[in-house]
């Protein structure tokens, strides 16, 4: 018997149309009363379901489920219909969901339905159920003074008398869809913030095709929304880079999940324009990629800066290298000059040495003293040897006084008479004179003096001869 019940399913199942038993005893080779008997059976247990024209009886296989197994297949408020729209049974989910107890069972009789079940059409939706057809709708309905949004799905059932009837599923989504609302506004307020930010923002599906652009990004690649979405593009990169930068999504992995990118292309102005990228991968559980997150922002102003600092690096660089080279060579010049300075001061030493050899060897009491403006003489500068021993004077006394420290009282005006006159006419003058020792004796002196200039200022170089003892 298992096993004609198992071939009578198989050929319904491989059949497109209904059968009739004539059809299936020619097919098995059986008599009309022993597959009627199978058929039975299997309409019983809800395998397959039997409509009837007239005198005919036609069979398929059914697409209802039977209604004693529907309560072990839900968790939610559930009732059982039968032709009739009678409620036949249902589970304590329905009666809790309804406000029932156990002894208002009695309330709903098989020839009533709650009164709730005449809102939205949902008496209609149990007639086609009865009738085979499968529903599924979201539905909101006021149950004992409380409105509640109900996901309603409606099964064609067979019941245990062999009769047609349905089940209806009651899901309460009145918390998913105050959870849902809520998403939907927390994601409205989000699109509403990124959109108003400056910087550019874009999700990417894991094959890279664009599932949301932001405004700010939509006018730096001005494409609308439309022009982007669904799209695999890299609008901010020139096309030669497209393949490095999708390289660059690729390396992202649930241990590198973050990488700071930055990309170049040609703006609308036809400038350079640079982008930096800070872009966050997404995974789920198992460690798979769900979306790419990238931010964008335009850091062409400081690519400039950078450039300009490299160029004036490059220009102090230079400078330096210039102003270098040129103190180098200033440096060289100066040190040639400082040679040529050392050798001529050199040879001043040595002349003057030479002059002060000459100057101090001359037998002849020799002075060298300042000039003043009026031509009066003033300071000693320099004494020689001779002068020291007839004037009795050490080197450092003598060029501690003035010419007139030499000269006796009774002879000065003659003396500064000479001296003014020989700097009024700047020309050699001899005369008598008479000078006076340290210790106070006279000296019969014949004078000789020429005037000369160092540095502009007037010198006088007196050279005496003391014909006589002093007295």
């Known amino acids: 018997m298992k096993n004609i019940e198992s071939d009578i399913i198989n050929y319904l199942q491989n059949k497109d149309d209904e059968v009739t038993i004539r059809e299936l005893t020619e097919q098995f080779h059986s008599n009309r009363n022993t597959i009627a008997k199978y058929l039975q059976a299997l309409i019983r247990r809800g395998d397959i379901e039997v409509t009837q024209f007239g005198m005919m009886k036609i069979y398929r296989m059914s697409s209802r489920i039977p209604a004693k197994g529907m309560f072990h297949l ?26 029932l107890k156990a002894s208002n069972r009695k309330l709903y009789s098989p020839c ?5 079940f005449y809102q939205n059409d949902l008496v209609d939706a149990i007639i086609q159920g009865i ?10 309905m006021k149950i004992s003074g409380r409105l509640y949004a109900l996901h309603v799905k409606i099964l064609p059932l067979i019941l245990e008398d062999n009769t047609f009837g349905c089940g209806v599923i009651f899901r309460d989504e009145s918390r998913v869809q105050k959870l849902s609302s809520f998403l939907e506004e927390s994601e409205g307020r989000y699109r509403a913030i990124v959109d108003d930010q400056m910087d550019l923002v874009c999700r990417r599906a894991p094959d890279l095709t664009l599932t949301y652009v932001n405004k700010a990004y939509c006018e730096a690649a001005r494409r609308t929304s439309d022009d982007l979405l669904e799209k695999k593009l890299f609008p901010f990169v020139l096309t030669n880079l497209s393949n490095e930068t999708e390289s660059i999504y690729r390396q ?43 931010i964008g922002r335009d850091i062409t102003p400081l690519k400039r800066c950078e450039e300009q600092i490299r160029i004036y690096q490059q220009s102090i660089e230079y400078l330096v290298q210039e102003r270098t080279r040129e103190l180098q060579e200033s440096n060289q010049r100066l040190i040639e000059e400082l040679m040529i300075w050392e050798k001529k001061e050199g040879r001043l030493l040595e002349r003057e040495m030479w002059f002060k050899s000459i100057f101090n060897n001359i037998t002849e009491p020799c002075l060298l003293f300042e000039q003043s ?7 000693i500068i ?48 001899r005369y008598h004179g008479v000078g006076k ?35």
């Open 74 to 99: 839900v968790m939610d408020p559930a009732c059982i219909i039968d032709t009739e729209r009678n409620i036949v049974s249902y589970n304590t989910y329905f009666t809790e969901l309804f406000s």
């Open 112 to 116: 009533t339905l709650p009164e709730e």
């Open 131 to 140: 009738h085979g057809e499968i529903s599924e709708k979201a539905r909101e």
């Open 252 to 294: 992202i992995t649930i241990n590198n999940p973050i990488i700071e990118f930055n990309t170049k292309d040609i703006s609308s102005n036809g400038q350079s324009r640079w982008l930096q990228w800070n872009l966050r991968g997404f995974f789920s559980p198992h460690g798979e990629i769900l979306e790419y997150h990238a």
């Open 373 to 379: 403006e009026h031509g009066e003489p003033s300071r």
């Open 382 to 429: 320099e004494a020689n040897k001779s002068a020291c021993h007839i004037l009795q004077y050490s080197h450092d006394e003598l060029l501690s006084m003035v010419s007139t420290d030499i000269t006796t009282e009774e002879h000065w005006h003659e003396y500064l008479e000479c001296y003014a006159k020989q700097f009024a006419e700047d020309q050699v003058i």
């Open 437 to 471: 020792r340290k210790d106070g004796k006279k000296l019969q002196v014949e004078v000789s003096a020429q005037r000369f200039r160092v540095r502009k200022k007037p010198l006088v170089l007196m050279i005496c001869r003391c014909p006589e003892e002093p007295v």
